[in-house]
């Protein structure tokens, strides 16, 4: 069992930068791909970021594309969201996300991943 912890959220002005982080505990999420997604009010839950295990391979939704960028280390378990030239229409809760150890590939169908985190709310105002 994996369990999530994000932190980092919180109220920027647009332009503005945040970095989120996902801690994991529970067992070594090395091997295991991990990705964000995120909910704004009335929304479904929409992908962000994904990466694979060893860190060499992300992708990312369209929306985010040049100002997101996702990381991981996998010596602290944690996976890290940096936002950069944020926009009030990035106002969402962000979850961070696991796929299981059988599947290291990168998706963005939030059914394939199997632990999800609370989520931390993240604001941006114009």
């Known amino acids: 069992q994996v369990h999530l912890v994000e932190s980092g959220g919180g109220l920027v002005q647009a332009g503005g930068s945040l970095r989120l982080s996902c801690a994991a505990s529970g067992r070594t999420i090395s091997s295991h791909a991990m990705g964000w997604f995120r909910q704004a009010p009335g929304k479904g839950r929409e992908f962000v970021a994904a990466i694979r295990g060893n860190g060499y391979s992300t992708v990312y939704a369209d929306s985010v594309k040049g100002r997101f960028t996702i990381s991981r280390d996998n010596a602290k378990n944690t996976v890290l969201l940096q936002m950069n030239s944020l926009k009030p229409e990035d106002t969402a809760v962000y979850y961070c996300?696991?796929?299981?150890?059988?599947?290291?590939?990168?998706?963005?169908?939030?059914?394939?991943?199997?632990?999800w985190g609370q989520g931390t709310q993240v604001t941006v105002s114009s």
């Open positions: 996300a696991a796929r299981t150890f059988a599947a290291p590939n990168l998706s963005n169908y939030r059914g394939d991943y199997a632990y």
